[in-house]
């Protein structure tokens, strides 16, 4: 259980609140947040994230990446000013927990 701010992660249960109002996610948005939580900080590009919640690089496409975390943003309702998903422009993504609400 990962417990960022208001925003909760079950890896377990595979479930996602905010605020404890539990939010519904596809089965990669929920890979692909659990993935960058779990690695708070770092920085991964869309290849990378491809290869590590996708398992491919090849045939999907970065714009993948890209859509899924406008998605996640849109529903964990944090796409104000400050995100837990940042973009590193010109490298890829980061979660950045010292954006999390409390």
Do not use: C
């Amino acid at each position: 259980m990962l417990q960022i701010g208001r925003l909760v992660i079950d890896v377990v249960s595979r479930e996602v609140t905010v605020s404890g109002e539990r939010v519904t996610l596809t089965a990669k948005e929920f890979d692909l947040l659990a993935f960058l939580a779990q690695n708070p900080r770092q920085v991964f590009t869309r290849h990378q994230l491809l290869d590590s919640v996708w398992q491919t690089g090849e045939w999907l496409g970065e714009p993948t990446v890209t859509e899924h975390v406008h998605r996640l943003r849109t529903k964990l309702r944090y796409a104000s000013t400050d995100s837990l998903i940042r973009t590193v422009r010109g490298v890829g993504y980061q979660f950045d927990p010292t954006s999390a609400p409390s």
